[in-house]
């Protein structure tokens, strides 16, 4: 069974920075994706960035140039480093894995930015 556990979220000023963790544990296959979504109140669930098994990066394009997303392949963690926030980067964010068509969803982190 796969489990993603977060960390990391809490409350900013704008202008300020957090990282998130995301760590998977249990059968994964080594071609995978894994990535960052999130969900403000009454809002779609959107794609904040995504990184492959190889290291290849999508960002959504409000964080382009203001957020990072790296991985430990090894130890099947990923973070998300993000600089400059705004309040509106206030959202659940969502830890995300796929591989073989399956997707996995962590529980979710509040990050709150005040302005």
């Known amino acids: 069974q796969v489990q993603l556990v977060e960390s990391g979220g809490g409350l900013v000023q704008a202008g300020g920075s957090l990282r998130l963790s995301c760590a998977a544990s249990g059968s994964i296959f080594f071609d995978n994706v894994m990535g960052w979504y999130r969900q403000a109140p009454g809002q779609q669930r959107e794609l904040v960035a995504a990184i492959t098994s190889t290291g290849r990066t999508n960002y959504g394009d409000p964080v382009q140039g203001r957020f990072t997303i790296s991985r430990d392949g090894a130890k099947n963690t990923v973070f998300l480093q993000m600089n400059s926030l705004k309040p509106e980067d206030t959202a659940i964010y969502y830890c995300?894995?796929?591989?073989?068509?399956?997707?996995?969803w962590g529980q979710g982190t509040q990050v709150t930015v005040s302005s």
């Open positions: 995300h894995l796929r591989f073989l068509r399956a997707n996995y």
